[in-house]
């Protein structure tokens, strides 16, 4: 007769870094259950698997306090084993096994059905679109693709993950469907780069052709498009975007810099005047379409001139959306070569003047959505309010609509026709038309 108890194992994933790292900690944990195996994400569980990301310093720094916190409980007895995965690892895993020995083992960013083996489970490869979403039940991510072949200086990803890999249409449609009857009612379209999808699959950029196929998805009502890149943008996207309502009047084109020196020095391949055109053509073809975009300042070479030529563009052009992050410099990409010779103070400096300046313009584009009614879905309650969001907010990084729960009573996940009665800088204050 055995004394000692057979005590299960509680897998606990934590995500950290960008919306694909999402998607791959919900894929895991899909397939973990599937398996029998009982797993969390961010609660406790004595084995732990950190989904690292290792796209700037930031992230990196975020990424290795973190597993040297797990690593502390796995000394205090509280966690018996932690496995690290993602970008960080699949990047620097020589230097973390001798930097912190004591993680169990490393993962790449592939290596998905090893890290299955480890944790005791097996690799299921006719579980398409099966994972366990931990985004708000209304909406997921919907990565098309993995990876990416385009050569920006700056960026550390194809390291990471690799050349661009897109996910046949159909596979996508069957994991939409399945979202759908979880109650998923908006998907967020991800990828490196959208506007390279099919290329590799179907010899043509075939996102117009994919969008055509998702709207008939019973039950998703927003498609929503992330991270496009300009370069050989596929204006077909357009047409679909304003036939079909259900693909979201909203993009997500990280821009990154204007000057011309710049963008050359990045090999975005654009230059301004192509930039701007093709924003302009946006604007024609959807002229209510929002456009976030992000920049980088600080990049080796950027002169005062170059900020101020970014700085006035930005006026100029009125993004309804924008971030602005300072240049990190990352060893292994092409621009590592160059001199990273703009102080930090003074990409900071640069950084909040961007931002400062996108303020007022959200500020005075959000006074001309007074007294308008748009149709919000609602995230979630925190505090005294209901929190949601216009078909041109993405959740985490955009505006949003705050209706007061004191007075007003709307569903979570449910759509709601809001009229906006006033404006801050970054959110809309609301009144549900129908409340219960």
């Known amino acids: 007769m055995r004394t000692k108890s057979l005590k299960k194992n509680k897998i606990n994933v934590v995500t950290l870094g960008c919306s694909k790292n999402v998607y791959d900690s919900e894929v895991l944990m899909g397939q973990l259950q599937a398996s029998g195996k009982e797993v969390v994400h961010e609660e406790e569980g004595n084995i732990v698997v950190i989904n690292t990301c290792g796209f700037i310093n930031n ?55 090893i890290l299955l083996k480890a944790l005791g489970a097996d690799y299921r490869h006719e579980l398409v679109g099966e994972r366990l979403t931990t985004t708000p039940k209304n909406y997921a991510y919907l990565k098309i693709a993995e990876g990416c072949d385009r050569p920006c200086s700056f960026c550390a990803i194809p390291l990471m993950r690799g050349k661009h890999k897109s996910t046949p249409i159909e596979d996508l449609v069957k994991e939409a469907e399945k979202l759908a009857e979880k109650g998923v009612k908006e998907l967020i379209l991800i990828a490196q780069d959208l506007t390279y999808y099919g290329l590799d699959l179907y010899k043509k950029r075939r996102l117009a052709d994919l969008l055509k196929s998702l709207v008939q998805v019973e039950g998703i009502e927003w498609i929503r498009l992330h991270y496009a890149f300009p370069t050989g943008f596929p204006m077909d996207v357009l047409e679909v975007m304003k036939q079909e309502p259900k693909v979201c009047n909203y993009i997500d084109i ?27 053509d946006f604007r024609a073809a959807v002229p209510e379409m929002a456009i976030r975009t992000t920049l980088i300042v600080g990049y080796p070479g950027e002169t005062e001139a170059d900020f101020q030529t970014l700085k006035e563009w930005v ?27 703009v102080p930090e103070a003074v990409k900071q400096q640069r950084a909040a003047e961007i931002m400062d300046l996108q303020s007022q313009i959200s500020w005075e584009l959000n006074q001309e959505k007074i007294g308008k009614t748009f149709k919000c879905i609602i995230d979630r309650k925190e505090g005294t309010h209901f929190v949601g969001r216009t078909e041109f907010d993405s959740p985490d990084v955009d505006n949003e609509v705050l209706i007061d729960a004191t007075k007003h009573y709307v569903r979570v996940g449910e759509y709601v026709e809001v009229k906006i009665e006033e404006a801050a800088d970054f959110d809309l204050y609301g009144v549900p038309l129908t409340s219960e």
């Open 254 to 280: 990280p821009l990154q810099h204007i000057a011309d020196p710049i963008l050359k020095s990045m090999r975005r391949g654009t230059t301004k005047e192509k930039t701007t055109k093709l924003l302009q």
């Open 315 to 341: 006026k100029a052009m009125r993004f309804e959306r924008l971030g602005c992050f300072t240049y990190s410099h990352e060893e292994n990409t092409h621009a590592y070569s160059l001199e990273d010779d």
């Open 59 to 113: 992230a990196k720094e975020e990424s290795v306090n973190t597993i040297l916190e797990y690593v502390q409980k796995k000394e205090e007895g509280v966690v018996d084993k932690v496995f690290v995965s993602g970008c960080l690892s699949e990047r620097y895993k020589p230097d973390l096994e001798k930097e912190i020995p004591d993680v169990d083992q490393y993962f790449g960013t592939s290596d998905l059905p």
